[in-house]
């Protein structure tokens, strides 16, 4: 299926700048969940790019029912990534709602941008030949795909939200159950934060957000751990080594998880490797440093934010 994509001349191709190395992809598989990518050639447009993603799902979908599987329509979405440079110089999203003062009123024509792809409509193939639509999502919506809740605005409320509320769910459980403090902890390492982990090497959540992204729901669980509430915050997470409680620290996990995609996979040939050398080339070119962003520190994060990701 994956060749036929090919064959068809669907996907997308990342290049490096400098370094020319470049990759060819129809999307991300795993599993039953599949995201298809298209993107703009450099004499096409957005409408133009929709038609191709229109083609590449048609094809992706007529080999699924060709080898015995369907489109679900309620778990099919699609986003289009366009942006705009603002009045600041910045680039936002076409479809971003525009950003007001507090007092301040939309103007009636400011209304009228918040859906510019109102007749782009993508649909999935169905068995029977019919063609069912699916939703559009915007830069401000997320979808579950690979048990993320990413959204191509940065903000990673929603994936926090449910981190969230899967620990205070587990919490809820140990508080009704009658486990030993020894279960409790093979509970907290082994299910608990062996599923919370997943996925944090995605995130692009800045330290501020994972350091406030759990809220105090450390603080209701470690009683069920046999650990005194009063403790000071540091000591909850200092390894026991250091006569700390040993317990999770999702600032610690996410910067920890990225480092170690990072040295996995840069300056390897596999697809994560050479987007990270076209991503660094990019960011490389755009500040003007050099290969000296590995050591600018960019404290006042004016050029570049410090984030876990």
Known sequence: MIQAQHCHCHGITIQSLISKRTIKQVGILFVDDTNL??????????????????????????????????????KCNYTIHDMKVDKAGKWDYTNAEPKTKKGDKNEDDELDNLEPFEEVQLGVPRVNGDVTAIN????????????????PDRDNSPHLAQMKSRMEAWTTKVKNGTLP???????YTHQLWA?????????????????????????YLISSLGVVRSIKTQWRYLPPAFSGM??????????????????????TESPVGITLQAILENLQIELGYGD?????TFEHGDIWPPTAG
Do not use: C
Request: hydrophobic share 40%; charged share 15%; net charge negative.
């Open 136 to 151: 559009l999502l915007k830069s401000s919506e997320a979808a579950k795909n690979l048990g993320l809740f990413a959204r």
């Open 181 to 187: 403090t020894r279960s409790v902890w093979t509970s």
């Open 195 to 219: 599923g919370m982990k997943y996925g944090l090497g995605a995130s692009l959540a800045t330290m501020k957000e994972l350091q406030e992204g759990l809220g105090s729901s450390d603080f």
């Open 37 to 74: 990518w298209n993107g703009l050639e450099e004499d096409s447009d957005v409408l133009d790019v929709v038609n191709a993603a229109h083609e590449s799902v048609n094809t992706w979908g007529q080999s699924l029912i060709a080898t015995g599987g369907v489109f679900n329509p309620e």
């Open 292 to 296: 000296a962003h590995w050591t600018t």
């Open 246 to 267: 040993g317990l999770f620290d999702l600032t610690t996990e996410a910067t920890a998880v990225t480092i170690n995609s990072l040295l996995q996979h840069y300056g």
